[in-house]
């Protein structure tokens, strides 16, 4: 009995054994499958409703989405969700289209480098982060877009204030001031709300040694946050000016008089200075001070003579030229056409502007430009001191033409006149526009001449003599200026009025209060913007308060 139960077992264990290998040999993998699958995902919130934070409609956003095999060469393309792919060794390239804007670009993986491999059976996962043209946005010029553009159109001017619409959002602006930029900068906004409208304003304020194009990062931190690379250009000058030799150069030719220069620091000058621009050889270019001093400005020339004509830093310049952001020390003696910065200025444009020059001249001498001829003279200042004969104001010489403007400026300067016509802001104002300025000039004296043709503010024709005033309006002078002639001079009749050449009457107590200035001095026209703290005035709104008097953005 023994012997036949070994073989039994043996023959039960060895059915039961083939019975296991043939179940095993039947059943398929089904782990294998016949293509790899990509499941593309866009990231948190940004699927085809847009990006994370940027409320672009769906009809405006589209998706190109492509796989590339290792060696670079297209494969197929793709759609957002799961897709059936061959195994095989790729990279995926992204590009969200916005409509009447460029694209958004992103590359899985990110590293220009790196490739991902998928095997038959293997799902794989691919998240793609978008950002806005990663390889850097120029910013446009002008100073409100409606979107994002992406190609440069004109190089940045200093200082200007560039608005950037953050998609179409509504709300308060958030404002980045920078004061420098260097070339890996990041410009941040934080704790900012963006709500549907809404814009970013970044007020640019390089001190750059070079032209180019300053990248950096851009920052929105908050609801809706996002962050981009971008490119701010930064390149319109020609000559960037850091000396005595590279300043004296810009009267070289007739190309060098129409450049675009840029003051990169304050410029001591040694020895006499010759007038950059004639009348024979205007400047017609731009020169952006840069909130930069030329000190030690010396002209010696003839008082008797026509060599001695249009003596300033700049002698003479025309329609196209601006002269900006810009503080002229020095001593200037010439004849006629005599400017602490410009000694005639033929339709051109002189902003923010400070001179502390004496000026000595026989006529149309002024502070800052000897003849204002059609041009315009904004925002801008003088101290220092200012005597000739004719037409000797505190700002300007001579006013003149239905296109000359000076509004906005105001002089502490001593004025002496000679002759006749003189006044603490003009010397002679004829047909031209005078607006929104003071005279805080300790005095204007005149040694004989034509009492009726003085005035606190400007003289302008002879009552009877035919000719045309202008346009005052809107003009203050303090009242206890030394003002000679005197109210007794039988031949002098006042007229303290706001249009008036004398202008109203205000206290120096006022005028040492901001108050004054953004309120007080509107009755009849517009009260000045002078902001509270330096950090706010900029090149378009220049004035900020000092303590006791307005100064310009880079005082």
């Known amino acids: 009995m023994k012997r036949t139960k070994r073989p039994l077992l043996f023959a039960l264990f060895s059915l039961i054994s083939a019975l296991l290998l043939f179940v095993t040999c039947s059943v398929p993998d089904f782990r294998e499958e016949e293509t790899a699958i990509i499941t593309i995902n866009l990231g948190a919130g940004m699927a085809r409703t847009g990006f994370t934070g940027h409320n672009i409609p769906t009809n405006d956003l589209t998706f190109d989405i492509e796989l590339f095999n290792a ?72 100073k409100s877009t409606t979107h994002h553009t992406f190609a440069p159109v004109e190089p940045m001017v200093h200082n200007e204030v560039l608005s950037i619409d953050v998609y179409n959002y509504t709300g308060n602006a958030a404002t980045i001031t920078v004061d420098s930029l260097v070339p890996n900068f990041t410009l941040t906004v934080s704790s900012y709300t963006i709500q549907d409208g809404s814009f970013v304003t970044i007020e640019i304020r390089p001190a750059l040694s070079s032209a180019g194009i300053y990248s950096g990062i851009l920052t929105i931190s908050g609801p809706g946050s996002f962050n981009t690379n971008i490119a701010l250009k930064y390149g319109m000058y020609t000559g960037f000016i850091n000396n005595q030799a590279q300043l004296n150069a810009i009267r070289n030719d007739a190309t060098t008089l129409v450049g675009t220069y840029l ?60 002269v900006k952001n810009l503080s002229v020390v020095g001593n200037v003696t010439g004849r006629n056409y ?97 607006q929104h300025c003071v005279a805080l000039n300790p005095s204007v004296t005149r040694g004989y001449g034509m009492a009726d043709t003085y005035g606190r503010v400007a003289s302008v024709p002879a009552v009877g003599g035919g000719g045309d005033p202008g346009n005052l309006n809107n003009n203050h002078a303090r009242d206890n200026m030394v003002f000679i002639p005197e109210p007794s001079d039988p031949y002098y009749a006042f007229n303290k009025t706001p249009n008036g050449k004398d202008g109203a009457d205000l ?47 880079f005082q």
């Not at 670009?105 to 293997?122: E, N």
């Open 71 to 142: 060696d670079g060469t297209p494969n197929k393309s793709l759609s957002v969700g799961t897709n059936n792919v061959d195994p095989g060794e790729y990279f995926i390239d992204v590009k969200a289209y916005v409509r009447g804007w460029d694209y958004a670009a992103a590359r899985y993986p990110a590293d220009p480098a790196s490739t991902f491999t998928i095997s038959q059976g293997q799902r794989h996962p691919a998240t793609i982060i978008m950002q806005e043209r990663p390889d850097a946005i120029v910013l446009d010029r002008p």
């Open 263 to 322: 003051l990169n620091v304050d410029i001591p000058l040694t020895g006499t200075w010759a007038p950059i621009g004639t009348d024979s050889a205007p400047f017609l270019g731009t020169f952006d001070g840069n909130g930069k001093t030329i000190s030690g400005l010396t002209i010696v020339s003839p008082s008797d003579s026509p060599s001695g004509d249009y003596q300033g830093l700049f002698g003479y310049i025309g329609g196209t030229s601006v």
């Open 507 to 553: 206290t120096m107590a006022q005028a040492g209060t901001r108050d004054w200035w953004t309120r007080s001095v509107a009755q009849g026209g517009a009260g000045w913007t002078v902001h509270e703290n330096k950090n706010n005035a900029h090149e378009g709104s220049p004035w900020y308060w000092a303590g006791n008097r307005p100064r310009l953005w």
């Open 338 to 434: 005599i400017g602490g910065v410009v000694g005639k200025n033929f339709e051109g444009i002189i902003q923010n502007c400070h001179s502390n020059v004496v000026v000595v001249g026989d006529g149309w001498a002024g502070g800052v430009v000897g003849e204002n001829d059609g041009g315009s003279v904004l925002y801008s200042y003088s101290a220092g001191s200012v005597t000739g004969n004719s037409g000797i104001g505190g700002v300007v010489g001579r006013n003149w033409d239905s296109n000359g403007m000076v509004q906005y400026c105001y002089s502490e300067a001593v004025v002496v006149g000679n002759a006749n016509n003189g006044g603490g802001i003009v010397g002679y104002n004829t047909a031209a526009t005078l």
